[in-house]
């Protein structure tokens, strides 16, 4: 027993050890961690010149706060992902959209506003809205349903739209 309490000294000296408590998980948990990270889009669209103008409501519906955006790691964006009819077409960060300058809180809801500019190219294009948090995850790889729309440009502009 000496011989064992002798080598765990012997390996232990000059070696720092200490521990990490954090409490309260749920009550600190906000989007710097996938965890509790969950929304309701409830977005329309439609057809304004060579744009499409987004607008409705998105709610916090998970545990998590979610923090403001366009700042470091964990702040919550609106991120668009675009697809052409080719599947070599698609751009997986097309935009991003500021949600809020503050925290949202679970059971927070916030209107938005923006418009996402079509490609100049003919043919017929997806739009997926979802959200970010920023460094973390997609919240539509954490279950929420991202908000899409489709539209058709050809020689005369947007003319078609689909939700």
Request: glycine share 10%; aromatic share 8%; charged share 20%.
């Amino acid at each position: 027993m000496d011989m064992i309490r002798h080598n765990v000294v012997r390996e232990m000296t000059n070696k720092r050890v200490f521990f990490l408590h954090k409490g309260d998980v749920a009550a600190g948990l906000d989007s710097r961690s996938a965890k509790g990270l969950a929304a309701q889009i409830s977005l329309q669209a439609r057809v304004e010149g060579n744009e499409v103008v987004v607008q409705g409501g998105i709610t916090n519906v998970g545990s998590a706060a979610w923090l403001p955006s366009m700042g470091p790691v964990g702040t919550v964006n609106i991120g668009v992902h675009m697809f052409g009819e080719e599947a070599s077409f698609q751009v997986s960060d097309y935009a991003r959209y500021a949600l809020a300058g503050e925290t949202t809180n679970p059971g927070q809801s916030r209107d938005v506003a923006f418009r996402i500019p079509c490609p100049e190219r003919s043919g017929r294009f997806t739009f997926v809205i979802d959200l970010v948090a920023e460094g973390v995850s997609w919240f539509e790889l954490r279950g929420t349903e991202p908000f899409s729309v489709s539209c058709v440009r050809d020689e005369s502009g947007l003319r078609e739209i689909s939700q």
